[in-house]
């Protein structure tokens, strides 16, 4: 004899805990929607009615006359690859008669994993990534190595500013002026040695980090599955760590007095050592943001193949004369269909592979020029340098929303 279905209410508090866990871990709405609703389902429950934003979201269940509706606030986002794998799991194996007893145990075992790496392995893991990032950007040995140190003490930082729960938009400006500071007293003050373009890209490397890589993307695709207040809320979220991240860099850059400096040019033959070096960089950087974002060991190696094969496409089309834009378009629909086709072996959502794969596709002395001008009143020079890197950024991410279309009919078809 089976169990009775829990009350409407009693499912309904588990149902929202479980949603709240999945948007604090940085997953899409739609996503959201879609596990949820499986939940219900599978409690017996006859329907599920959202209105989901990124800090609060209501929901109503119904069973046969009953109706119940609560209401629920969503502390800060977070971002934690693992815990968006094991939350999508879990409502992808529930099956009819889960219990509230059973998903509050679920929910427990999964609130109470721990990280997969301690702090001080996650900061310089991407303190190799920032390095790898200014390599990949024509940095010289100097400013990788001003990279990889900088970046470090800036995440270190972070990390520790985020256990005190403090603001995350200060902590993201107060990272972004300690890390690039840093960085200039390396490279100018340390070793005397005056801003190049080898130099510049450096600067940008020592706060990749802080890159709203996961809000911005997801952003994009709950909008492209019109999930239009939650999409513009997220955005308009990861816009405002852009903000606070531009504010604490540009802050750096008028009181060291850095110029605009001209991006290298385009080489048009790559060696095979040369070949050789920005696919390790690739890899390296994959991996260390696949770190940051507390992927599964397994998924980091995953993470970091996508990103070599995909910014490898991308620097080599470059190479051969396309532009960046349409080049990282290439690289990221590359790094979008891998993803469609390894998730389901490794039983990781796309997000969480495809995020940190594309995030060293960023374009780093675009950004720094953005900077540069604003801060000398160069305001037509500031918004022809913010446009290409909007373009790429917006490659990027478009990018990953073409593979989805190709590789998922769900996606082509409006429901």
């Keep these: 004899m089976s169990a009775a279905p829990p009350p409407p209410g009693e499912a309904l508090d588990g149902l929202l805990r479980f949603g709240t866990m999945m948007l604090r871990a940085g997953d899409t709405v739609f996503r959201v929607r879609e596990s949820m609703g499986l939940l219900a389902t599978n409690m017996g429950l006859d329907s599920l009615a959202l209105h989901v934003t990124i800090d609060g979201m209501t929901a109503t269940v119904r069973?046969?006359?009953?109706?119940?509706?609560?209401?629920?606030?969503?502390?800060?986002?977070?971002?934690?690859?693992?815990?968006?794998?094991?939350?999508?799991?879990?409502?992808?194996?529930?099956?009819p008669g889960l219990t509230v007893a059973a998903l509050a145990a679920s929910l427990d075992a999964i609130d109470k994993a721990p990280p997969f790496n301690s702090i001080p392995v996650v900061a310089?893991?991407?303190?190799?990534a920032s390095g790898a990032f200014c390599y990949l950007n024509s940095g010289d040995p100097l400013g990788i190595a001003a990279a990889i140190a900088a970046g470090s003490l800036g995440q270190l930082a972070r990390s520790l500013m985020f256990g005190r729960r403090l603001n995350q938009y200060a902590v993201t400006a107060l990272c972004a002026i300690l890390a690039s500071g840093f960085y200039c007293l390396l490279v100018v003050g340390i070793a005397g040695a005056d801003f190049s373009p080898s130099h510049a890209v450096g600067l940008i490397s020592s706060v990749l980090f802080l890159v709203p890589g996961?809000?911005?993307?997801?952003?994009?695709?709950?909008?492209?599955?019109?999930?239009?207040?939650?999409?513009?809320?997220?955005?308009?979220?990861?816009m405002m760590v852009l903000l606070a991240a531009a504010f604490g860099l540009s802050a750096v850059v008028a009181i060291a007095g850095l110029t605009a400096v001209s991006p290298e040019p385009v080489v048009q033959d790559v060696d095979v050592l040369t070949l050789l070096?920005?696919?390790v960089a690739s890899f390296a950087g994959g991996c260390g943001f696949a770190i940051l974002y507390n992927s599964s060991p397994r998924t980091v190696?995953?993470?970091g193949c996508l990103a070599l094969l995909g910014n490898e496409l991308r620097l080599w089309l470059h190479d051969l004369g396309m532009q960046l834009p349409p080049a990282t378009f290439l690289g990221a629909l590359v790094v979008g269909l891998l993803a469609s086709l390894v998730r389901s072996g490794i039983g990781?959502?796309?997000?969480?592979?495809?995020?940190?794969?594309?995030?060293?596709?960023?374009?780093?002395?675009?950004?720094?020029?953005?900077?540069?001008f604003f801060n000398q009143g160069d305001v037509l020079s500031a918004i022809e340098a913010g446009g290409t890197c909007g373009f790429i950024v917006g490659a990027m991410a478009l990018g990953l929303a073409a593979a989805r279309f190709i590789?998922?009919?769900?996606?082509?078809?409006e429901r």
């Design 348 to 372: 990781v959502p796309r997000i969480v592979l495809t995020v940190p794969s594309i995030i060293i596709m960023t374009p780093g002395i675009y950004a720094f020029h953005t900077v540069v």
């Design 124 to 128: 310089i893991a991407i303190g190799f």
């Design 277 to 279: 070096l920005r696919a």
């Design 301 to 303: 190696l995953v993470v």
């Design 407 to 413: 590789s998922d009919r769900k996606w082509m078809v």
């Design 63 to 95: 069973r046969g006359p009953e109706a119940v509706t609560t209401a629920i606030e969503i502390a800060p986002l977070g971002i934690n690859a693992s815990r968006i794998s094991a939350l999508e799991r879990l409502a992808r194996d529930s099956r």
């Design 214 to 238: 996961f809000p911005l993307v997801a952003s994009l695709l709950d909008l492209l599955q019109h999930q239009t207040m939650a999409g513009l809320a997220r955005l308009a979220y990861g």
